[in-house]
């Protein structure tokens, strides 16, 4: 979302991005030079601490919601167009928003997973998981949108109604439009037709030009490409001894390790000179001083390692991480683990594979396809939009 604001910005417009108020989004949207208002709570304590089904989740998804009709819609005002992405309470409020206010509006997701489709099962929502036994996509989708009405409909249809906006039935599909945008790269993340007309413009990818820290330069310095490991925002809790494992198994690969923090708090497990621990850093310029990227399969860490043309090892751990571990298989530029928890066995396994010769040349034939106009294809489009 900032890489679209930045490229909006660059062809005129005004830009206002709410998002919540973490610390490392205030920071990064802030260097980009971007307005940025915090709205509603932040998310890092709902990703680590929040069970899905608990009164805490549903108390928290209700604040999601009211934050839109509070803060998103006395910013809106005025605006020609409302872009909004993220769970379903955030952009089912954000469109009525845009309704109330009489502005255009754009579902933007930056995954097709959730988008309905009759090629694959919907994502379970947290703490609704769908029937293993039923195998129609069709009618799992149908029975996705039932649950999204139960889970959200009558706190969409509260804020509405509080704002003087008629009911809405069905939450899933309202808010993601007919014509919902898919900021995905079409090499990684190629979309089938179905009957949303779906707008795919390429990743929205925010220029980086931040230096690498000293430390970490001296480190790279020091010796062969290391292997990268990181989770990113995603908790590893089906995993806790990660960092040992991803240890052991980029060792057993003769490789250095870098570790990232990330916010399950990944550390280095010993004293060793052949590991270092890495916090928030340029991905952009750092995967391409790496071996290879072991990761959680977030769309984002995906097409950054594609472009790099690292080779890739993805430890899904939930959400719409395993379809990205497969597109990584399929097209040959690293390997998809199969399931959350891997062993040092299992994970050095698959990093033979990925480091191996022709992975290696696929990764690096890959990355010359991946497109880096994304963002500014979906400014221009939107200019278009709104004349």
Not at 294 to 315: L, N
Not at 319 to 333: C, M, T
């Amino acid at each position: 979302m900032a890489g679209l604001a930045v490229a909006l910005r660059e062809l005129g417009a005004e830009v206002r991005v709410c998002a919540p108020p973490d610390e490392e989004f205030v920071e990064r949207l802030g260097a980009a030079g971007l307005a940025v208002v915090p709205t509603g709570q932040p998310v890092r304590p709902l990703v680590t601490t929040v069970a899905p089904g608990s009164a805490g989740l549903a108390q928290r998804v209700a604040e999601l919601m009211a934050a839109q009709f509070g803060t998103v819609a006395s910013e809106a005002e005025g605006g020609d167009v409302l872009v909004a992405s993220g769970p379903l309470p955030v952009t089912a409020g954000a469109r009525s928003v845009a309704e109330r206010l009489g502005i255009r509006y754009v579902h933007a997701s930056h995954q097709q997973v959730v988008l309905p489709s009759p090629y694959r099962r919907p994502p379970a929502r947290r703490g609704r998981p769908l029937p293993a036994e039923v195998t129609d996509n069709r009618v799992l989708w149908d029975l996705d949108a039932r649950i999204a009405d139960e889970m959200f409909g009558d706190m969409l249809n509260d804020q509405r109604a509080a704002a003087g906006l008629a009911p809405v039935e069905n939450v899933r599909d309202y808010a993601f439009t007919d014509r919902p945008w898919l900021a995905t790269d079409p090499v990684l993340d190629p979309w089938q037709p179905t009957d949303l007309d779906v707008v795919q413009t390429g990743a929205w990818i925010l220029p980086d030009e931040r230096p690498l820290p000293a430390a970490l330069v001296e480190f790279l310095d020091g010796g062969d490409p290391p292997v990268y490991a990181g989770f990113g925002s995603t908790t590893t809790g089906a995993a806790p001894d990660i960092a040992r494992v991803a240890v052991e198994a980029v060792r057993a690969q003769g490789r250095r390790v870098l570790i990232a923090r990330g916010w399950a708090g990944l550390d280095v497990v010993d004293d060793h000179d052949d590991c270092f621990v890495v916090g928030e850093v340029n991905h952009r310029a750092l995967f391409r001083r790496v071996a290879a990227v072991v990761h959680h399969g977030s769309g984002g860490t995906t097409t950054t390692a594609a472009r790099a043309g690292a080779p890739q090892v993805v430890v899904p751990q939930g959400a719409d991480q395993p379809y990205w571990a497969g597109r990584v298989s399929d097209l040959g530029i690293g390997v998809g683990h199969e399931g959350p928890s891997p062993t040092v066995e299992s994970l050095s396994v698959a990093l033979a594979a990925a480091l191996a010769p022709a992975t290696l040349a696929r990764a690096a034939a890959v990355a010359g396809t991946i497109r880096s106009d994304g963002a500014t294809l979906a400014a221009k489009l939107l200019f278009d939009a709104v004349g």
